[in-house]
């Protein structure tokens, strides 16, 4: 199984700043497999990024993703107030699936 | 518009079982996979159990292997997760989930239901 550690668990930031997430993989992880998701309180998760660095419909440019192998990284260029929420990465290519912790960005 | 809208979900006792089903519409239900996620009060996301398109292929989280059966009725645009054998760590929200292709694996996951509450205890 391919256990995902996110980093830090919480991120205090402020509206303008900009967020950097990390999600280190204990195996290696092909890009093709690895997404980003949103998730609110009271809310299903979004889907952000999938493949790594792809934007899924709808997600503003803002958000971005990054990484090869074992590290990839999910920045928020500039907060806006309806992004404090909690992240989670997944590796897809493997079974069985995995998430990551979750790192939460709340206001600081 | 795609909707999933799961059911089933409630209070079981220890060691008892519980059917899930969700329902879709607003997409060809028998063209993608599909999965159930879980998120125990307060915690972050944990994979469940995955099946193709077809149904020929299903997946399971070991904490549920041998317990929970998956299953899919493409005629009614219908999946179902049977639970059995429940513990006091299967309480959590159970999530439907559509993926993007035919194939459970390799396929990111891109619509959720709003899920649906488990709670095992005596």
């Known amino acids: 199984e391919i256990v995902l550690t996110q980093s830090p668990g919480t991120l205090s930031l402020s509206p303008g700043e900009r967020a950097t997430l990390s999600c280190r993989a204990s195996?290696?992880?092909?890009?093709?497999?690895l997404a980003w998701y949103q998730q609110k309180p009271g809310q299903a998760p979004r889907l952000l990024i999938y493949?790594?660095?792809s934007r899924a419909t709808g997600i503003p440019d803002r958000f971005s993703g990054s990484g090869s192998g074992t590290d990839f990284t999910l920045t928020i260029s500039r907060l806006e107030p309806e992004d404090f929420a909690v992240y989670y990465c997944?590796?897809?290519?493997?079974?069985?699936?995995?998430f990551g912790g979750g790192t939460k960005v709340d206001i600081k | 518009e795609v909707q999933l809208v799961e059911s089933g979900g409630g209070l079981v006792q220890p060691g008892g079982s519980l059917r899930l089903s969700c329902s879709v519409s607003?997409?060809?239900?028998?063209?993608?996979?599909m999965h159930w996620v879980r998120q125990a009060p307060g915690k972050g996301l944990e994979y469940v159990s995955g099946?193709?398109?077809?149904?020929?292929?299903?997946y399971f989280a070991d904490s549920v292997k041998g317990r929970f059966t998956i299953s899919r009725d493409n005629s009614k645009n219908t999946l179902h997760l049977q639970m059995s054998s429940l513990r006091a760590d299967d309480t959590a929200v159970y999530y439907c989930?559509?993926?993007?292709?035919?194939?459970?694996?390799?396929?990111?996951?891109?619509?959720w239901g709003q899920g649906t509450l488990v709670t095992v205890s005596s």
């Open positions: 493949g790594a660095s």
């Open positions: 607003g997409f060809t239900f028998s063209s993608y996979a």
């Open positions: 195996q290696s992880v092909s890009t093709t497999y």
């Open positions: 997944q590796q897809y290519g493997n079974s069985p699936l995995t």
């Open positions: 099946i193709s398109s077809n149904g020929g292929n299903t």
């Open positions: 989930v559509k993926g993007t292709g035919t194939t459970a694996i390799g396929r990111v996951f891109n619509s």
